[in-house]
């Protein structure tokens, strides 16, 4: 059986630890100072707080220990023995020894170690010191005076006190005073004191205390302790209850409760007294007669407000004094209860379900809408959900918290490493540590030490110069260590940085490579970063000497597996001469995480948001088979592909080979492109472990409950991937073949159905377009009419005829266009069309396909003229002109012309607009998380209308002049249009809006944001000012251009708006300005909110709330429409960004949308919101026609 | 027995599994005897064969719910369900038992039953009775029994008119290799146990 010190053992661990702590601290303190007296003064006290609890839990051995240090100690504050280097170390040897003890008991082992002989040293020190004085007497005892033993509090009760009383009385209990004496020289009295009052609690209700149960955790508690409790347990078992060791005697009185006239009376029995000798027999005094009484007004007690402190004197004097006992009160006391992590675990487990049963009502709600004719109803409800959603949120983001712990108590630990391993190595090294107050979720807190050590000692031993080299370098001599926490984002960062002499890039090198590793050629082309990395290999170690510090290269290994096994990643930065950075990333919290969610053949699949690089859409062209393993060029970089599709064991249902969605996952040091069908998006899940009932399966790290019950498998990226390559890898080249032909076989199957389907992508934006930030997804623009194209033959072409040639199709303008070397995939890409492998044995093979650029080309190819491709396209192409010559946007004539010129110049020419095409393929892989809006695919048709008629006028040989025209042309038209032009006008006709209305929107919203800037002022207390809000129309595009301006960072929050008037309001505050505005909201000091908390999240959103509630209410009241705001969402990115986010969740009639913009400025004009109101235009005329009913 | 009657009898079965009544009861064949003295199956038929689960580990029986097909597990390993919040593996009792697959019909039935501390459901065609049967009435497992492993036949019931497969389902879960694992592994443990190092 383990060893245990008892029922105390756990209490006794706690408060060794805490004495410990204090120890360290203090000791290393004092090195620094040995002549600050409070110091010895603490490490004074832990020493003896460590001496009565070792000899409490019956260890003698080490309250013989502690006690040596604390007579060692009170001779240096009494000032006979003079603080040296003997004694601080000798301390720090006790300190280790006692550690050592703590540590065996903790593990539940018997604490075997023999500390005599450091006793004897402490002896020995000690009188050495005190120079062969004869070595003084013990020191009196530090115990707080004791009071008086035979006194015993009286008994007071306050009227809360007198009424919970009298209704447990009412009840039927029973109600005694517990008087328990506690032997004065025990030690840690409180312990027993809350020993006792926790099992009488387990009996009884207890009404009062004295002292006050806060107070019970003093360690100056008194000998005596009473407790008042109601009970309906045998009376014996209360007694037993408080008889725990040293406990010298127990009275018990009853208290019973008469009436007497018009007034309660409070009966006190007789004392039955148990001593701890010889217990008396279990009897009740008679109750009747009892000693002294009371008397309670029983009116004021009914009114709840009886004043008079009625006094109960039981057969005792009274010692405590009101007044002490006041004073204890007013002390802060920190009240905490301790919770296993695994109770808050299961807590958080079940708000997260009740998190996704809640979002289970909104779909009821959706349903409701659809049959329901009446509103109300549903506007209640979803009322009721999202109160119901908000207090879900806040009791999950409340357990959240408690398990996050501060690093500041693993980051003190290190200050006597530090000093251990320098003194080792004799280099000076001092110990920064900055962020001790960021706090990380308590798993990572648990495990975070051993990779700190470890990375700790390797800068020092290999990273900090000796002090030789550093004076060589005049570097300080004093080398520096950095501990540095902070939060980021989702993220907590942790740094150990060191000012030595940095990595050495050559020698991990050469290390790496005759390790074998790695081989020449490849650690050529490797980046620092990559190379950085090999120190992470197991075994890896470019130390030429083993020390007891490190050098073995275990280290660094043991760092990455923890940090990944916490979900975390580590990075490296190093600068030759300048120092190291490690950087630890851990996500905020391990219970729930953000993932995107993705569908492959029909099943919904969680991939961990921290795995996540980015996402992007890359077309089948864009893929190149390398041995069997496909590869595209990401921006210049290789990037593998895998297919999530393999690893599922199901055949994808993606049809198509433009826009196939790709999740960039870090791999190990790689990237690595994740095939996908589709992308679902961000969403928060809670893990469930499969092995709670099954086992782990290869690839998986979990299950997660969905909103509708539905079940998502979360995939574990890097086992996953492990197991596709593996099992690519396990193929013969025979079958890899096989896999290639049946893949491409597939394809030629999924073209005859893709045709039909639709891309999911935003129109080009040029360079010289400042309008779109360029995140935003670009198509070539012919697509569209492609898409429509209903003659599959021109793919199947475009597919065959060159199989057919294979690599002898040097004739194919395509083909001249390629300066194909299969060894050197980045010229490959750079060509306008893609390169795949089909023919099996020299591996590729080229192929055009299917972007419209690319497949426009085939067609003229194929085609007797362009005449005829042109008349296709133009048939199905019935807009318009005039009208959607106006709705276009700059960028995409541009994309447009490039194009045609494309498909109708000579090769030549093609080769001169290489580059531009490069780069726009480079952008044709963008991200593209949000699906895009159909008015924004819409756009997209106008030019090639008018790309048509131009090329229709135009012969042959002139097409590429008449293109350049055309599309300076274009330019200057669009751009007028847009500076000077009545831009809205044709908009403002399809709404049949006048110019009235829109001066009256105009009106509408200036008030509506005119109360905004109220609300927000009332908020702040300060004045706001605020610019005029700008109204207008503008091209779904150009929305974000309102923050065309703005380069500082904003925290964005959009909610959307339901209702008679849909939309969406979104509020920005530059991260600055927010900062400070929840500084002077919580009351802090300026300047001291760095980060956006979860409080500060939502005190954002609480504004947002008010301030776009204030425009909705007023739009409200002068529409009688009824207007609801949704509540707030956080939005990540820049304020284009967000900008763009929400537009998105705004209906747009053709595109456009009416967007009410304005800032709000401090006194002194500096920004402090800006806020947007994008109504749904087809509400525009709702609005307009309610502002007119009603005046 | 036609259908509608068979979804009767899988609704009383339900119930019965709420109402383990105490005192005595009356076995399939109409004997009293005490509670102590009988063991209580969840029959189903699979292949013309009973088979009954002891009603004990049972814990609920449950209509096809949405299954959640899990990759890269064995074929028997129809996928995983969500039991109020618990994500529960399931085993198609005809592909681990060996028999050819079959379509799931609207007799089919998730029976859950609780394994050591897992819990899993079984996926069987139909739940035909709750049986009750005389533990004098059953006997160790014997050869005869076709198919199935050894391993999940804990005994056979010798009803009026027929047998009644008795299964044992702690391992169902695994492949057999799995499972000789698992007993390497367990006794390993107990090996440590014995030798006192823990």
């Not at chain 2, 009383?12 to 005595?24: A, E, F, M, P, W």
Request: charge should be negative.
């Amino acid at each position: 059986m383990a060893f245990s010190l008892g029922e105390y053992q756990d209490i006794f661990l706690e408060e060794a630890d805490d004495q410990l702590q204090e120890l360290n601290k203090n000791l290393l303190e004092m090195e620094q100072n040995p002549e600050d007296q409070d110091t010895i003064n603490n490490i004074f006290r832990a020493a003896h707080s460590l001496k009565s609890s070792a000899a409490f839990v019956g260890l003698n051995d080490l309250s013989e220990l502690a006690h040596k240090m604390e007579n060692l100690l009170q001779g240096v504050r009494d000032k006979t023995i003079s603080i040296s280097s003997e004694i601080i170390d000798l301390l720090f040897k006790c300190f280790d020894q006692i550690n050592a003890v703590i540590e065996l008991v903790s593990e539940g082992k018997k604490p075997h170690l023999d500390l005599s002989s450091i006793i004897d040293d402490i002896t020995r020190t000690h009188e050495k010191a005190l120079g062969n004085q004869p070595s003084q007497a013990e020191p009196e005892k530090k115990e707080v005076a004791q009071p008086e033993k035979k006194s015993v509090p009286k008994t007071v009760f306050s009227a809360n006190e007198k009424k919970h009383l009298k209704q447990g009385l009412d009840d039927g209990l029973d109600c005694y005073e517990l008087t328990i004496f506690i032997e004065p020289d025990a030690p840690m009295k409180w312990v027993k004191a809350q020993l006792i009052l926790n099992s009488v609690k387990n009996l009884a209700q207890v009404v009062k205390t004295i002292p006050d149960e806060e107070n019970l955790t003093d360690e100056s508690i008194r000998d005596v302790i009473k407790i008042i409790i109601l009970t309906d347990e045998d009376l014996k078992d209360v007694r037993n209850a408080c008889d725990v060791d040293l406990v010298t005697r127990i009275d018990i009185i009853r208290i019973s409760l008469n009436r007497r006239d018009n007034k309660y009376v409070i009966k006190f029995g007789q004392p039955e007294i148990f001593q701890e000798e010889e217990p008396v027999e279990e009897q009740v005094s008679d109750l009747t007669d009892g000693s002294e009484v009371d008397e309670i007004d029983a009116a004021a007690e009914n009114e709840g407000a009886a004043e008079e402190e009625l006094v109960l004197k039981s057969d005792t004097d009274d010692v405590g004094t009101a007044s002490s006992q006041t004073a204890r009160r007013n002390a802060p006391v920190l009240r905490t209860v301790k919770v296993s992590v695994d109770k808050l675990d299961d807590l958080l487990n079940n708000v997260g379900e009740l998190v996704i049963a809640n979002s289970g009502f909104f779909r009821m709600y959706e349903e409701l809408k659809r049959v329901s004719v009446d509103k109300s109803i549903g506007n209640e409800f979803k009322n009721r959900i999202e109160q119901m959603a908000r207090i879900a949120k806040d009791l999950q983001s409340g357990i959240m918290k408690t398990r996050m712990v501060p690093i500041g108590q693993v980051f003190s630990r290190f200050h006597r490493l530090i000093r251990d391993v320098s003194k080792d190595t004799g280099k000076n090294v001092q110990l920064i540590t900055k962020g001790e107050d960021t706090e990380l979720d308590k798993k990572v807190i648990d495990v975070i030490g051993e990779p700190l050590i470890h990375m700790i000692r390797n800068s020092i031993d290999h990273g900090i110069e000796s002090p030789d080299e550093r004076q060589k370098q005049k570097k300080s001599d004093v080398a520096t260590v950095t501990l540095s926490a902070h939060q980021g984002g989702n993220q907590i960062f942790v740094e150990v940085i060191d000012d030595g002499r940095g990595l050495d890039v050559t020698k991990i090198k050469s290390k790496a490579i005759e390790r074998g590793l790695v081989t020449a050629d490849q650690v050529s082309t490797m980046d620092d970063s990559e190379i950085y990395n090999f120190i992470f290999q197991p075994g890896f170690s470019t130390a030429n000497r083993i020390t007891d510090v490190s050098g073995r290269g275990v280290g660094m290994n043991v760092v990455k597996e923890v940090v990944q096994d916490m979900g975390g990643n580590i990075t490296i930065e190093s600068e030759i001469g300048m120092g190291t950075r490690f950087i630890m990333a851990f996500p905020l919290t391990m219970a729930i995480i953000p993932a995107i969610m993705v569908k492959i053949s029909g099943e919904t699949y969680a991939i961990p948001l921290t795995e996540v690089i980015e996402t992007i859409n890359i077309d089948k062209k864009d893929i190149t088979t390398i041995e069997g393993h496909e590869v595209i060029n990401l921006r210049g970089e290789i990037l593998s592909l895998v297919r999530l599709s393999h690893f599922v064991g199901m055949p994808s249902r993606y049809t198509q080979d433009i826009n196939i969605p790709v999740i960039v996952v870090g791999y190990s040091n790689r990237k690595v492109g994740l095939i996908v069908d589709e992308l679902e998006g961000k969403l928060e899940i809670v893990i469930k472990s499969l092995e709670t009932n099954y086992r782990t399966v290869e690839g998986l790290a979990g299950a997660s409950i969905l909103g509708d019950g539905s079940i998502a498998l979360i995939l574990d990226i890097a086992s996953m991937i492990n197991k596709v390559i593996t099992e690519q890898e396990k193929m013969t080249h025979e079958e890899k073949l096989a896999m290639l032909r049946r893949q491409e076989q597939e394809y030629i199957e999924m073209q005859s159905y893709e045709l039909g389907s639709t891309a999911k992508a935003l129109p080009e934006v040029e360079e010289s377009t400042p309008v779109l930030s360029p995140s935003i997804t670009e198509l070539p623009v012919i697509d569209e009419s492609i898409e429509e194209e209903p003659d599959l033959d021109l793919n199947e072409f475009s597919f065959s005829s060159l199989k057919e040639k294979g690599e002898a199709g040097e004739n194919k303008p395509v083909v001249d266009v390629e300066p194909e070397t299969p060894e050197i995939p980045e010229i490959i890409e750079k060509d306008l069309s893609s390169v795949e492998v089909v023919e099996p044995e020299p591996q590729l093979i080229l192929e055009t396909r299917s972007t419209g650029k690319a497949v426009v080309f085939d067609t003229f190819e194929e085609s007797t003229g362009e005449e005829e491709v042109v008349s296709e396209i133009k048939s199905e192409e019935p807009v318009d002109l005039e009208v959607t010559v106006d709705e276009t946007e700059i960028p995409q004539p541009m994309a447009e012309t490039t194009t045609v010129e494309a498909t109708t110049a000579e090769v030549e020419e093609i080769e001169e607009e290489r580059v531009e095409e490069d780069t726009q393929q480079a952008e044709d892989i963008t991200e593209i998380l949000e699906p895009v809006s159909e008015e924004e695919r819409i756009e997209t048709t106008p030019v090639s209308d008018s790309m048509n008629e131009v090329a229709d006028e135009e012969t042959t040989g002139k097409v590429k002049e008449a293109l350049e025209s055309f599309r300076s042309e274009l330019h200057s038209n669009v751009r007028e249009t847009l500076d000077d032009g009545d831009l809205d006008k044709h908009i403002r006709q399809s709404l049949e809006l006048s110019d009235l209305d829109l001066g009256k929107i105009k009106l509408l919203s200036n008030v509506g944001i005119t109360q905004a800037a109220e609300s927000m002022s009332k908020i702040i207390h300060k004045r706001v000012d605020m610019a005029i809000p700008d109204v207008r129309f503008l091209p779904s595009e150009k929305i974000s251009t309102v923050a065309m301006y703005q380069d500082s960072e904003y925290i964005s929050i959009s909610m959307g708006l339901v209702g008679d008037v849909k939309g969406a309001v979104l509020f920005s505050i530059p991260t600055s300005s927010g900062y400070s505005l929840l500084d002077s909201l919580f009351g802090y000091e300026t300047g001291s909110t760095r980060t956006l908390d979860e409080e500060g999240e939502s005190a954002i959103k609480e504004i947002t709330n008010i301030v776009g509630s204030s425009v909705v209410n007023s739009f409200s009241e002068k529409t009688g429409l009824s207007i609801l705001s949704e509540v707030p969402a956080l939005l990540e990115g820049t304020l284009e960004e967000c900008i763009v986010e929400v537009s998105k969740q705004v209906n747009m009639a053709q595109g456009y949308a009416l967007v009410m913009d304005t800032e709000f400025y401090y006194e002194d004009d500096r920004i402090m919101a800006h806020l947007l109101v994008l109504p749904d235009t087809s509400d525009l005329k709702k609005l307009v026609d309610n502002l007119r009913d009603n005046g | 027995m036609d259908i509608s009657e068979l979804e009767k009898k899988q609704l009383s079965i339900s119930r019965q599994l709420n109402q383990v009544s105490d005192g005595t009861v009356k076995t399939e064949d109409g004997e009293e005897v005490s509670e102590g003295q009988i063991t209580q199956l969840v029959s189903f038929m699979l292949e013309d064969v009973d088979y009954g689960v002891d009603i004990l580990s049972v814990h609920e029986i449950l209509r096809i719910p949405q299954l959640t097909r899990l990759p890269n597990t064995p074929r028997f390993i129809r996928g995983v369900i969500n039991l109020r919040g618990n994500v529960i593996p399931v085993v198609d009792v005809r592909l681990r038992f060996g028999f050819p697959p079959a379509k799931m019909t609207n007799l089919s039935r998730i029976i859950v039953i609780e394994s050591e501390t897992k819990h899993i459901g079984l996926l069987v065609d139909n739940v035909s009775s709750v049986v009750r049967i005389k533990d004098s009435n059953i006997d160790p497992p014997s050869l005869f029994i076709e198919g199935v492993s050894e391993e999940f036949i804990s005994g056979v019931g010798r009803l009026k008119d027929r047998l009644i497969v008795i299964l044992n389902l702690t391992n169902v879960l695994y492949t057999d290799e799995e499972i000789e694992e698992r007993k390497t592994l367990a006794a390993l443990k107990a090996g440590t146990i014995d030798s006192g190092v823990v």
